[in-house]
C-alpha cells in the first residue's frame, strides 16, 4: 500500500544523512518515478525534504527532523531483518518490503553482513511442487477462504473442507494448521501429503490461535546417543565411501570409523520405535547394513523379501 510506502520512505530519511532516489526505488521495488510521486506527496504533507545535487547527492530531511532511533538495539534491527529476510524468501510483498523498510533504516546489505543467522525458506528448484502450494495456501489465510481440501493421511484419502488460518514450517517440512469442518477441531495438515485443493468462495471466521501443540507420533526419541533400557540401540554398517550420502539422512556425530580399517564405519544411534528404525533402513537404500538389534535385521528380511515378491514375475 501507498502509506506503508510513505511510511518507510520517512524512516529512511530521518535516519540516513542522505540517499539517491535510485536507492529507494530499488529497496521499495517500485520505479524511480513513483519514489519522485512519493516525495512530492510527503512534501506537501509537510515534510522538509532537500535535495542535493551532483556528485554524492541524492535526497534527505532536515537536520532537526532526523528521529532518535532508540527504540531497537543493535541486535533487535539484526534479529528484526533476519527474521523478516526469511519471510521475504517466500514472500516479496510489498507489505513485507515497506516494513523492513520502516524498521531497518540503516543499509540491508550492512545489517546482513553482520547478523548470526540466515534463515532461507525458499525451494533449491525454482519450480518447486511445495513452494507452489505454499504460495496458494497462503493467498487463503489472507483472505480468510474456506479450502475443499483432498489429502493423504496415515488412515487413508479423504477429501474435507477446512479454515486455513497458519503456515507451519517444522524441521524442513511445511504444515498448514487449519480448523476441519468434519472434526470440528484444528488440524496439522502436512503440504506435501495434500493431493489436491481449492479455495471456495465461502469465508470463515478466524478463531483465536493461542499457541500450536505439536505431537510426536513418532516416540519419545529418534536419535540419541545414550541407550538406556526403554531405546533400542541401532547399529548399521557402511562403506567409507557413502557417508556423504548417508549423512543426508543422519547427523555426523553418529558416525563412528572402525579403528581397525579406514573403509568400513559404523552408525551407531538409540531409538524409541522401531517401525520408523525400520523406514530409515530402507530410504538409506544399499549403502547400510543392519547389525543391530536382531529385531530390525528381522524386520528389514521381512520387507526385502515382500518387495521381491513385488517384481518376481520381472525376474
Known sequence: MKIDRLLGIISVLANRSRITVQELAERFEVSKRTIFRDLDTLSVAGVPIVTYSGIGGGVAV????KLKNNILSKSDIKNVFTALNGLMSIDESTDLINLM?????EETSIVFS?????????SWFQDSITQEKVSDLHKAIKNRKCIYLEYISKRSRSARIIHPHKLVFKQSCWY??????????FRLFKVNRIVDFKIMDAGFNCKVVE????????????????????????????DATNEF????????????RISSTKEKGQIIFSVSNLEWATNLVFSLQDKVKVI???????EV???????????KDDI
Open 114 to 122: 553482520e547478523s548470526d543467522y540466515v534463515i532461507d525458506l525458499s
Open 62 to 65: 532536515i537536520e532537526g527532523y
Open 176 to 185: 498448514l494448521y487449519a480448523f476441519c469442518e468434519d472434526n470440528q477441531e
Open 245 to 256: 550420502f548417508l549423512t543426508n539422512k543422519i547427523d555426523a556425530k553418529f558416525f563412528h
Open 211 to 238: 499457541k500450536i501443540a505439536f505431537q510426536n507420533d513418532f516416540g519419545a526419541n529418534l536419535f540419541s546417543s545414550q541407550a538406556p533400557t526403554s531405546l533400542f540401540e541401532v547399529i548399521l554398517e557402511y
Open 101 to 105: 523498510a520502516k524498521l531497518i533504516p
Open 292 to 298: 543391530a538389534p536382531l529385531a530390525l535385521k528381522e
Open 301 to 311: 528380511k521381512t520387507r526385502i523379501k515382500r518387495i521381491s515378491e513385488l517384481y
